[in-house]
């Protein structure tokens, strides 16, 4: 386990050390972005002392690794807003919208997997496939839009973009996220519950699952009771994997819903080249990533007895 | 659509734009005396007040999460309306005139030759943090965009060789030249009155003198702010509150409006406006203004430092096309200068250069052939690839061979503008001639993008600028607009209008044409009927 943490620290290491290297790859700098059609050659000069970026890049990345280690994010350059202001409020609306998403895509992609599972080459299984894969296969932005047309446009039940704010009560929140949940959902669905499904009939010819049978038990049963457990390791890592795309990868949700999350403000520092933001917030992404693929791995374990209990 | 004639320029007028916004078209007609932006006159206008409440919710295109509240950062439309929603400025462009009036000031004078400006300042003008505004205020706020800062304002105030108050509401300028046109450059967007302490200002605390308070500012999300109780005008800022929020996707942007969640949205895309003109309840506006698009050429570069090049390029292009498929008819022809129709000394009586391949062909073999490279991304403006695709077409009718080099979007600015030797540029204009020439044709200016030096241009930009006689003056930039169409490296094909949409619940009178969205300045002018 400690072993697994100091390989995760690691991975975060190098990874904030490829970002401040790429970043540094990227033509022009942020005082050329900010001053954009504007640029004089004076007013960079100035901008440039101003921001600090006359200090070489590799001193600007060990002043960063300072502070991140005792826990200051710094800084934004551009507005000289405290990055941990910056983030917080974004990252608990692209938590919020993962969550209230994994909450309806998790129970359905189960549900949806184990009765794929049990119904295996019927009618239902076939187009529970079919819808999900066409779901999956469409760019976020068209399913998006697609829901927006009906449900915002044609009848009217949900807003067209998902502004919310601080003064909103939590039932409000839920109701003006839905659409970017649904969205999400519907996008990631179908890798879980294919997953489920998979895994669940790859355990079905097992010696075990056949005396089951043989005792007569119904096949409901034998499937939830009996194969379930043993073919959660790699739906749990599916499942994590999902969750960790809900949270890092839903900027063109974010964009189409005009939702104010983390993803945005990447994608703006980033064009900016914004670079504490950057780092700031693709550190974020990292440690989710790592901390939910360390909870799948936790989480496997436990559920296995045979891995719990090594000989 | 329907075109029409007049003076040679085609003229095209998108008749879907809703009936109640009839006439966009005074600003080409030249009918406009205006100072500087134009005006357009929509059909519940000139109501001759507001009425006060409601929240007005505005989905804006711009909006970035660098965005700060320090005036001299102030590049994008979110941070140009929210100034204008909480500060003001020693002047205004008055929207049914064009003329600049004084808003902060309560008069001005220039003496000298134009060389020494007085301002009279407003008494009894209250900030938001209860502070009465003073000379001393003014003074710092100048101060904040001159010396050592990046300010954008900062080259326009290089003119100013001495500031001095004249008890707590005159402000004295002196100028190192004489600049009838001195009261347009101090009431730039940037420099916005702020109140000072110990003789400067606190760049981002966000107060001002505006119509409404500061209450939330997420950069690149929303901006919040309540009326103002104590504002100076009685008949401005009807609204209770005001809510701008950041909306980069066109399509959520034009959502928003179709679903009620805002009440009005900038930067229409112009593929799809008149099916969002078609939807009940909505108003799509329109109005001329001085943003024009250009291809600007290195002068200094071969082969473009040959001006048979020049006009070779500039006859081979056919300018209507571009107009009507590029701007979908939501604009006029330009002349290759970058004085718009609205300017007060356009040069109308200047004949419209014309599509003629037999010209380009001429101008071409003189030249030796013709085969260049145009460098253009939609960052330059939307539709700018296309609009290079076109252009190659039409030059290829008269022997020239234009490749059209797909640059990247991103660190466009930076990388191609001003560096290759031919791309796509958009200019938002400026209020007077003499601005816009001083910003990019003036010899060895900064954003001189086409690197073009003329000594008599440089020459009449001078006499121009101090001269306070209006015939004289009209003599002078009529005569520059000339040396810039013919010898000048820009191609200017079009003027774009400022085409942005309401709720039929939103009422206003006549709109300004020096910013999109009434000048900017919505906040304080519109209310709900």
Same mark, same amino acid.
């Given at each position: ?69 005792? $826990? ?115 996008? #990631? ?48 890592? #599916? ?23 983390? $993803? ?48 | ?5 007049? *003076? ?87 929207? /049914? ?8 000031? =309560? ?36 101060? %904040? ?22 008890? *707590? ?41 505006? @119509? ?13 702010? =309540?009326? %103002? /109780? ?8 009807? &609204? ?10 066109? /399509? ?8 009620? =969640? ?20 909505? *108003?799509?506006?329109?109005?001329? @203004? ?13 082969? &473009?430092?040959? *001006? ?70 939609? /960052? ?12 190659? =077409? ?62 008599? &241009? ?69 209310? &709900?009927?």
């Amino acid at each position: 386990m400690a072993q697994r943490i100091a390989l995760g620290l690691l991975t975060l290491f190098v990874i904030s050390l490829l970002i401040a290297f790429g970043v540094e790859l990227l033509p022009g700098d942020l005082a050329q972005e900010i001053l954009g059609q504007g640029a004089t050659p004076e007013g960079l000069r100035v901008l440039r002392l101003q921001l600090g970026l006359d200090t070489p890049p590799h001193i600007r990345y060990l002043d960063w690794l300072g502070g991140m280690v005792t $826990g200051d994010m710094g800084l934004s350059l551009a507005n000289k807003r405290p990055i941990a202001e910056l983030i917080g409020p974004r990252l608990s609306n692209t938590l919020f919208l993962g969550g209230f998403a994994a909450m309806i895509a998790i129970p359905i992609a189960l549900t949806l997997g184990i009765l794929a599972a049990l119904y295996r080459n019927s009618l239902y299984d076939r187009g529970v496939n079919i819808f999900t894969l066409t779901s999956i296969s469409f760019p976020e932005f068209f399913i998006a839009y697609i829901l927006i047309l009906f449900f915002a446009i044609k009848l009217g039940w949900f807003p067209g973009i998902s502004n919310i704010s601080s003064e909103l009560s939590f039932l409000d929140k839920l109701y003006r996220t839905l659409l970017p949940a649904a969205s999400l959902t519907l996008v #990631v669905v179908a890798h879980m519950m294919r997953m489920t499904r998979a895994s669940i009939i790859n355990l079905l010819s097992s010696p075990y699952i056949e005396m089951a049978h043989l005792k007569g038990i119904k096949p409901l049963r034998i499937i939830t009771r009996h194969a379930l457990p043993n073919a959660l390791a790699p739906i749990i890592n #599916v499942i994590a994997i999902n969750l960790a795309y809900l949270v890092v990868g839903v900027v063109i949700v974010e964009v189409v819903f005009v939702y104010p999350g983390l $993803g945005q403000l990447l994608v703006d520092s980033v064009s900016k080249r914004d670079v504490p933001v950057v780092q700031a917030c693709s550190m974020i992404f990292a440690s989710v990533y790592i901390f939910l693929n360390l909870s799948a791995d936790v989480i496997s374990i436990v559920t296995n007895p045979r891995l719990l209990y090594p000989r | 659509m329907k075109k029409t004639q007049i *003076n040679n320029k085609p003229l095209i007028l998108d008749c879907k734009v809703s009936r109640r916004n009839f006439l966009r078209g005074s600003a080409a007609l030249g009918i406009a005396g205006s100072t500087a932006g134009l005006l357009t006159m929509t059909g519940n206008a000139f109501a001759a007040g507001g009425k006060r409440g409601g929240r007005l919710r505005a989905g804006i295109a711009h909006g970035s999460t660098t965005d700060s509240l320090d005036p001299a950062t102030y590049e994008n439309n979110f941070t140009i309306q929210l100034n204008y929603g909480i500060q003001n400025h020693l002047g205004e462009v008055d929207a /049914a005139t064009g003329a600049m009036v004084p808003e902060l000031a =309560e008069s001005w004078e220039a003496t000298n030759g134009a060389q020494t400006w007085i301002f009279n300042l407003r008494q009894g003008v209250e900030f938001h943090n209860g502070k009465t505004m003073d000379a001393d205020d003014v003074i710092a706020s100048f101060q %904040h965009h001159m010396g050592e800062s990046a300010s954008p304002a900062r080259s326009l105030l290089d003119q100013v060789s001495s500031m001095r108050k004249d008890g *707590n509401n005159r402000v004295i300028f002196e100028l190192s030249g004489g600049n009838a046109d001195f009261n347009f450059v101090a009431s730039d967007y940037h420099i916005a009155i702020k109140p000072s302490k110990d003789g400067k200002i606190d760049p981002t605390d966000g107060i001002g003198t505006g @119509g409404y308070v500061l209450k939330e500012f997420e950069p690149g999300v929303r901006f919040l702010a =309540e009326r %103002h /109780a104590n504002f100076f005008k009685s008949d401005r800022a009807w &609204f209770d509150e005001i809510e701008m929020i950041s909306i980069i996707d066109p /399509a959520a942007r034009q959502n928003a409006l179709a679903t009620g =969640e805002v009440d009005t949205i900038d930067r229409i895309d112009l593929k799809t406006a008149h099916l969002l003109a078609r939807q009940s309840g909505v *108003n799509l506006e329109e109005v001329t @203004g001085t943003k024009h698009y250009t291809f600007p050429m290195r002068t200094d570069t071969a082969p &473009f430092d040959d *001006n048979n090049v020049r006009l070779a390029l500039k006859y081979a292009l056919k300018r209507d096309e571009l107009v009507e498929k590029v701007l979908y008819g939501h604009g006029t022809v330009g002349n290759d200068h970058p004085i718009a129709p609205s300017n007060q000394y356009h040069a109308s009586t200047l004949p419209q250069r014309e599509y003629d391949p037999d010209k380009a062909r001429f101008y071409a073999e003189k030249a030796g052939g013709v085969k260049v490279q145009l460098s253009a991304a939609d /960052a330059a403006f939307p539709g700018a690839v296309d609009a290079a695709v076109l252009y190659q =077409e039409h030059a290829t009718a008269a022997g020239i061979e234009i490749e059209v080099v797909r640059e990247p979007n991103d660190g466009y600015w930076s990388n191609v503008w001003m560096n290759k030797p031919w791309g796509a540029c958009y200019w938002g204009g400026r209020p007077t001639e003499d601005w816009m020439f001083t910003t990019a044709y003036q010899g060895g200016a900064s954003w001189n993008d086409t690197f073009w030096k003329n000594d008599r &241009f440089d020459e009449l930009l001078l006499l121009g600028r101090a001269e306070t006689n209006r015939d004289t003056r009209r003599a002078i930039y009529y005569e520059m607009q000339q040396i810039v169409s013919d010898d000048g490296g820009a191609v200017v094909p079009m003027f774009a209008n400022y085409v942005f949409a309401t709720t039929d619940k939103v009422g206003h009178s006549a709109m300004a044409g020096n910013w999109d969205m009434d000048g900017a300045k919505y906040f304080e002018r519109w209310w &709900f009927v």
